[in-house]
Each structure stands twice: as structure tokens, then as C-alpha cells.
């Protein structure tokens, strides 16, 4: 059985992925989100393998104010705001982890 590994080049700000096929790379293409909500549920069901934060709530109402996630990291120990935005520019959906808040 064959094992598959991903590579990543960053130059400047672009970042591309390759997978390794036998001793060939292989560009790994971009896939698009359909919604800000897929990535949202995709992002909080792996927080942990992504983050290493622990999920808390989701779509959280505060006056004049909505969290979209809010994770929580055991090992500062601190909050975390997670926001999920589409890219103008690129017509691409991405996550931004705020700085942690005490």
C-alpha cells in the first residue's frame, strides 16, 4: 500500500499544496465551499485537529454583537473567536482565528 503525503511551498503570500504520487508531486487543486456555513460546521466538528481548541458555541448572540464560533484552548487558558468570511477578491470562503481574549 502506497502512502500519500502533502507538501506545502509558501511564497509570499501563496501557499500551494502538492501530493506525492511515487516519486512525482501532484498539485492538490483548490475546492470550493458552496457556503459560508460549510466550512463553519467543517471547521467546528475538527477544531481540535486544526486548532487544538475545544468548540464552546456556535452563532453566539451578544448585544449589538455574533460570534460565529467560540473555541476555547485549555493549555493558555483563553478564548477564542473564530469568524468565517468570503474573499471578495477570490470569491473564496476562509476562516480567520482571532487573537485569544481572557
Do not use: W
Not at 460565529?68 to 485549555?74: G, I, M, S
Amino acid at each position: 500500500m502506497q502512502k500519500e503525503f502533502y507538501i506545502t511551498f509558501s511564497i509570499g503570500d501563496v501557499v500551494r499544496i502538492f501530493l506525492t504520487k511515487g516519486s512525482k508531486l501532484v498539485e492538490n487543486t483548490e475546492e470550493q465551499f458552496l457556503t459560508e456555513k460549510e466550512i463553519q460546521t467543517l471547521t467546528e466538528q475538527n477544531l481540535h485537529e486544526i486548532f487544538k481548541l475545544e468548540f464552546v458555541t456556535s452563532e453566539l448572540q451578544l448585544p449589538g454583537f455574533r460570534i460565529d464560533t467560540l473555541a476555547f484552548n485549555k493549555e493558555s487558558p483563553a478564548f477564542y473567536i473564530i469568524e468565517y468570511k468570503k474573499d471578495r477578491n477570490f470569491s473564496r470562503k476562509y476562516c480567520s482565528l482571532l487573537s485569544p481574549f481572557y
